[in-house]
């Protein structure tokens, strides 16, 4: 069965290529999919955003599609950036932009009320319009300052245990992060049924 993953980004076409391919499922991207529209992330939660993209790829596609959304949530912000994870620091903000933004806001913060998660919302289209919402987090706190070289976005300041995100391999961060859970939840249901094939 061939999915339409809703972007064109490289690295998450080659993540989910990896884990669903042992399922049978051939992962491609939207412009792979001869799906050339930009997508406006309108709602103002995760499920929302992922499933308006999905649901906008399914209409042209009429075939499975997989879209998510995901973000940082800092609990003494009122769970802010999220959804606005990206555009945070302003629209041309770099990731040292955004990660010196959360860093300023929280000078002064006491360690235990730094706590923050990120988050991913995984929504999945099948191929007869049957939908699901699958949400993954992986809980952490902020850091006083940015650390490692790794990963990318707010890594180098979400910490787990004593290291940061950027601090740790791709390898182990695939096992623990919020993608890899709401990922595990869609193995999971891919496993649990049956497809045609397109």
């Not at 069965?1 to 051939?26: T, V």
């Not at 004593?162 to 939840?185: G, M, P, Q, W, Y």
């Amino acid at each position: 069965m061939k999915i339409i993953l809703a972007s064109n980004n490289k690295n998450k076409i080659a993540e989910l290529k990896q884990i669903l391919s042992p399922l049978g499922c051939e992962v491609i991207s939207q412009s792979e999919a001869g799906v050339n529209i930009e997508v406006e992330e309108t709602g103002t939660t995760f499920e929302e955003n992922s499933m308006i993209k999905a649901k906008a790829i399914h209409e042209i596609s009429k075939m499975a599609v997989i879209a998510d959304d995901s973000g940082l949530e800092v609990d003494y912000l009122d769970k802010a950036p999220g959804v606005y994870s990206h555009r945070y620091a302003g629209e041309n903000a770099t990731d040292k932009d955004r990660c010196k933004k959360i860093l300023s806001e929280l000078d002064g913060v006491s360690d235990e009320k730094r706590t923050a998660r990120f988050v991913c919302v995984i929504s999945y289209i099948d191929s007869s319009g049957n939908t699901s919402v699958l949400r993954g987090e992986c809980e952490g706190y902020i850091g006083r300052e940015m650390k490692g070289d790794n990963g990318f976005g707010y890594d180098p300041i979400f910490m787990i245990g004593d290291k940061s995100f950027a601090e740790i391999s791709s390898e182990e961060k695939n096992t623990i992060s919020h993608r890899a859970n709401a990922l595990k939840k869609l193995t999971e249901k891919l496993k649990g049924e049956k497809y045609d094939n397109n």
